[in-house]
């Protein structure tokens, strides 16, 4: 099991930063800064979401102002899934028909559409690594839910991650 060095302190004034690291390069980056808290978090959710689903292996580390100083805040738990495992027993999507695209080319992309809001709200909510459970259960809120409610689900969400 490889292990990492503890994330440096950012320098300069404390303001909200999240760091990563990939082992591979074995340094930590500043991946977002901002004087507010929520887009940094909201750039961390993305970029977990992005690296993850390409299969990179990362952890990340949250700074913050704390008393006129920095302090490493918890991040989101890791998902007890590895990355590289979780990605092998997701099903590949199949290509799509070829021809004119029909309803159900726009229910797919209504579904998709979804899909996307619930995880935005998930994402401002704090919850960024999502367990192959938690994948399944939120294409199923896609699939059952219609516009109105998946979006009063995901403003529930986002207030939730304001407090």
Known sequence: METRPESPSPQ???R???MYYRP???????AAESPHRSPVMHALGE????LRARGDEVAFALWGPKDGDWHRFDTPP???THPQQAAASRPTPEAPAAGPPGPAG???RMTGRRHQVIMSGLSKAGLY???????ATVQALAERLDEAAVRRVAHWLAAAGAR
Not at 24 to 30: C, F, I, L, N, Y
Not at 129 to 135: G, V
Request: aromatic letters at 6%.
């Open 106 to 108: 726009l229910a797919e």
């Open 24 to 30: 591979a390069e074995q340094t930590w980056r500043a």
């Open 78 to 80: 890791q998902s007890a």
């Open 129 to 135: 690594d999502l367990s192959l459970e938690d994948e």
């Open 47 to 50: 970029m977990t979401q992005t």
């Open 16 to 18: 909200w930063v999240a």
């Open 12 to 14: 300069g004034t404390p």
